[in-house]
Nanobody, 121 residues
Framework: QVQMVEFGGGLVQTGGSLRLSCAAS????????MRWYRQGPGVQRELVAT???????YYGDSVRGRFTISRDNAKKMVYLQMNSLKPEDTAVYYC???????????????WGQGTQVTVSS
């Protein structure tokens, strides 16, 4: 089985920084795109950032220029560096990844359980 676990959330003041980490574990043959999503109170889930296995990145408009996604393929980890945080960044942040468990299996998307980020004004 594949598991995704996020950590690094917490409470931070406006303008502060946090770094989220997410580790994939289990029987993993390859990891394709890794993503960060977030869901704030009363709003739809939002795609925050993505990174391909080759390092190509995409950012949502609301975080571009403030957040940086990166990954360590050897460690099977993805990170989200969040700077200049605003109260509207308050949300549960989820990592997700497209993973093959073996060379013959199909790619599946796996999700973590989420980590809370709260930005106080």
């Amino acid at each position: 089985q594949v598991q995704m676990v996020e950590f690094g959330g917490g409470l931070v003041q406006t303008g502060g920084s946090l770094r989220l980490s997410c580790a994939a574990s289990g029987i993993i043959a390859s990891i394709n795109i890794m993503r960060w999503y977030r869901q704030g109170p009363g709003v739809q889930r939002e795609l925050v950032a993505t990174i391909s296995s080759g390092g190509n990145t995409y950012y949502g408009d609301s975080v571009r220029g403030r957040f940086t996604i990166s990954r360590d393929n050897a460690k099977k980890m993805v990170y989200l560096q969040m700077n200049s945080l605003k109260p509207e960044d308050t949300a549960v942040y989820y990592c997700a990844a497209d993973i093959k468990s073996s060379a013959l299996s199909s790619m599946k998307e796996y999700w973590g359980q989420g980590t809370q980020v709260t930005v106080s004004s």
